[in-house]
């Protein structure tokens, strides 16, 4: 019989010698354990899982991830209207314009009609020709039609719609802007001897009913000229864009 002492020093020696094989041996016996092991654990977890999360469970958090993506998009909404009603307040005061804010309902903006309906009307003073600002004094469009409680808007950039302006150029050259097909105002008939440039500004002239001068219309895109034609004509383009707009402001007439 051998002494516990020999006896693990013979395993030693053993394990030495054969290691390879050992190692081997080992391996081919780990290999399925360890399998089985991981097909326990999963099962295990997986069982723990479907215990402690339920259909129920599963369904209650996704409506409260909904409904905070819904409260964040509401936030980010009022935030950017409060940011555009305080620089239109700020544009009114300095003018002292009055005037009343609109939320837009619905729109139609496109290539063959852009309009807008907002949530006030004739109760609120709102008439028909009365310019809708957005920022900082920027014409978005006028009135058209007007009820008691609503009214639409049509774009200055709609086709139908003209607008009185006037070019920031050293003569104040005055015109009428007219819409074009697609987000694009035309100015034509302008006289060969006035002196346009891209990127003059252009506001309005003062010279249409209930649309006060100085209202910012856009900016010149481009200018063609013909020196055998009488007039050269420009392309504007509008800064006001009421596909981006949730509030405006409608002025009101002076006499009101």
Not at 34 to 52: E, L, M, P, R, Y
Request: proline share 4%.
């Amino acid at each position: 019989m051998l002494f516990p002492g020999m006896a693990i020093a013979s395993i030693v020696i053993l394990a030495i010698f054969f290691r390879g094989s050992l190692s081997d041996a080992l391996a081919f016996v780990q290999r399925p354990l360890a399998a089985f092991g991981t097909w326990i654990g999963n099962k295990t977890v997986g069982a723990f899982d479907a215990a402690t999360v339920s259909p129920e469970r599963v369904a209650n958090l996704e409506t409260e991830r909904d409904q905070v993506v819904v409260d964040h998009a509401e936030l980010e909404r009022l935030r950017v209207e409060n940011q555009e009603l305080r620089t239109q307040l700020g544009f009114l005061d300095r003018r002292g314009e009055r005037s009343v804010a609109c939320s837009i309902v619905s729109r139609s903006i496109g290539p063959d009609a852009s309009a807008f309906v907002i949530d006030r009307g004739t109760d609120d003073g709102v008439i028909v020709g009365a310019p809708a600002i957005s920022g900082d004094g920027i014409l978005v469009g006028k009135v058209v039609s007007a009820y008691s409680g609503s009214a639409t808007v049509r774009v200055i950039s709609d086709r139908d719609s003209a607008t009185a302006v006037t070019i920031l150029n050293g003569t104040r050259t005055i015109g009428i802007a007219e819409g074009m097909s697609g987000a694009l105002l035309s100015l034509r008939y302008i006289p060969q001897d006035e002196r346009i440039q891209v990127n003059d500004i252009v506001v309005t002239s003062g010279l249409e009913s209930n649309v006060p001068s100085g209202l910012v219309v856009g900016i010149v895109n481009a200018v063609t000229t013909d020196a055998t034609a009488p007039f050269q004509s420009a392309v504007l383009e509008p800064l006001g864009d009421a596909r981006r707009l949730s509030v405006v402001s409608v002025l009101l007439p002076e006499s009101l």
